[in-house]
């Protein structure tokens, strides 16, 4: 056979197959059942202001660069807020513990701070005053040079 003729040929017996596998599948198999719609029971959040956080913004090799001023927001249960209203102090030592040592500064001069690192302090702090789970997330709201 020529090569111009076979070419087409080839192309509609591959086509051919695949549809005829392609029926096959859908006929002889089953269809798979509908997934479960088990949605997690809702659980109502409530916000806590820690009030103002003062820490320092210290660089990578260590050196003060200045403080900054911090106003974050805690994510815990409605039920959870009676808990951690009055440890709120625990966490406020637990952050200043974990701060001096952390290089937060960031930006050319040194006086921006890293919010991600912040953020990732006052989880763990919170997991150490009130234990792990307890705050879902930590939202700063606000961060100024002090």
Do not use: C, W
């Amino acid at each position: 056979m020529k090569p111009i003729i076979l070419v087409p040929i080839l192309l509609l017996a591959g086509l051919a197959v695949g549809s005829g596998s392609a029926v096959a599948v859908r006929v002889l198999l089953p269809a798979a059942p509908p997934a479960a719609n088990h949605a997690a029971p809702k659980v109502e959040t409530s916000f806590t202001p820690t009030g103002k956080i003062l820490a320092p913004l210290v660089s990578a090799d260590g050196r003060l660069s200045g403080y900054v001023l911090f106003d974050v927001q805690l994510e815990t249960s409605a039920e959870d807020v009676e808990f951690v209203t009055p440890r709120l102090p625990i966490l406020l030592n637990a952050i200043n513990m974990r701060t001096f040592r952390a290089p937060m500064a960031s930006g050319p001069d040194g006086m921006l701070p890293n919010l991600e690192v912040f953020r990732k302090i006052v989880i763990e702090a919170s997991n150490e005053a009130f234990g792990r789970g307890v705050v879902r997330r930590a939202a700063i709201t606000q961060a100024a040079p002090a």
